[in-house]
């Protein structure tokens, strides 16, 4: 009988609470609808590319742009898509080539960028040693560094890397290196501030149960940190997926080694008088479709990823 006296004058704070909330939910209706009216012209405004891009891939009259409001052209055909499928440009390379050279790049920028990253992130985190704030700063002073300021000095390293007939910098391996060079700088920070908000009494108390600092790491900090990862990796993937810069310099020659955005930016003609918008639509569809599922996949930890490494740092 105790319990249950003692129980009601603790469950009023609660239903006060719930009482406000529902309050404050009951916006006016003019508040309402400015709020609708924003969100509408929010998702107009984000979705209108898309709809243009999707409805000049379907259009067979090659415009450079649509000549009415419909999303479905007249007489709406899918030959765009399977013409850059079967062979994008004049090169002899098909479509699934240059994506499977993209996702070599992608796929090793990504696993590089969170494996060396999420150990110099637990570094900075945890660890206190000589030279830890200079390091600190000099990975800041990196990441503040355009990309294409590294072209040169990364041409010229991984030149020098020759095996036998192999060159290390005309390789997709070569390409990976250098874009994970600039991905690092930020995988770090952003690691290191979603290790931040880890509590350290967990690792204290398997320290006490007898865990080394690998265990801890290993069983306890990697799996905390899945959603600071998803995002790291995510961003790489991105970062190697539609890499440019770095490609067209470095992969001259063997237009085999090509990747996506080379392409693309190859399917552009002088001035752009000459360019086959349909099958650039169609096919700037098909570089963007990747990432959209990859997105998809790892959006949960995406999101509370971005919304708690940015807490701390």
Do not use: H
């Not at 830890?132 to 590294?150: D, G, K, S, W």
């Not at 010229?156 to 060079?181: D, E, H, M, P």
């Amino acid at each position: 009988m105790t319990n249950r006296v003692g129980a009601v004058p603790s469950a009023i704070p609660a239903a006060r609470v719930i009482v406000r909330r529902r309050q404050r939910s009951n916006l006016p209706m003019s508040r309402q609808a400015l709020l609708q009216v924003l969100c509408l012209l929010i998702t107009v405004t984000v979705l209108f590319p898309i709809v243009w891009i999707v409805s000049i891939a379907l259009d067979p009259r090659n415009i450079a742009r649509p000549d009415g409001l419909n999303l479905i052209p007249p007489g709406a055909t899918l030959d765009a898509f399977a013409q850059v499928i079967r062979q994008p440009t004049q090169n002899p390379v098909s479509f699934l080539q240059l994506a499977l050279n993209s996702l070599v790049i992608a796929a090793l920028v990504s696993v590089a960028s969170v494996g060396i990253g999420v150990l110099a992130a637990y570094a900075f985190s945890r660890l206190q040693f000589r030279g830890r704030e200079f390091l600190m700063i000099a990975v800041l002073a990196v990441l503040m560094l355009p990309a294409i300021a590294t072209i040169a000095p990364l041409f010229v390293s991984l030149n020098k890397i020759q095996i036998g007939s192999f060159n290390l910098r005309a390789s997709l391996v070569g390409v990976a290196l250098a874009v994970t060079s600039g991905q690092l700088p930020f995988a770090i920070w952003n690691m290191k501030g979603y290790l931040d908000t880890i509590p350290r009494d967990l690792e204290e108390a398997a320290s006490v149960d007898g865990a080394n600092r690998f265990q801890i790491f290993w069983r306890i900090i990697l799996p905390l940190s899945k959603p600071v990862i998803a995002v790291t990796a995510f961003f790489g993937f991105i970062a190697g997926w539609t890499e440019f810069y770095f490609s067209w310099m470095f992969l001259v020659g063997d237009t085999k080694s090509w990747t996506l955005a080379m392409t693309l930016n190859g399917m552009v003609g002088q001035y752009a008088a000459s360019t086959p918008w349909s099958q650039f639509a169609a096919y700037a569809i098909l570089v963007a479709l990747p990432v959209s599922a990859v997105y998809l996949y790892l959006q949960k930890y995406i999101i509370s990823g971005l919304t708690i490494g940015g807490v701390k740092g």
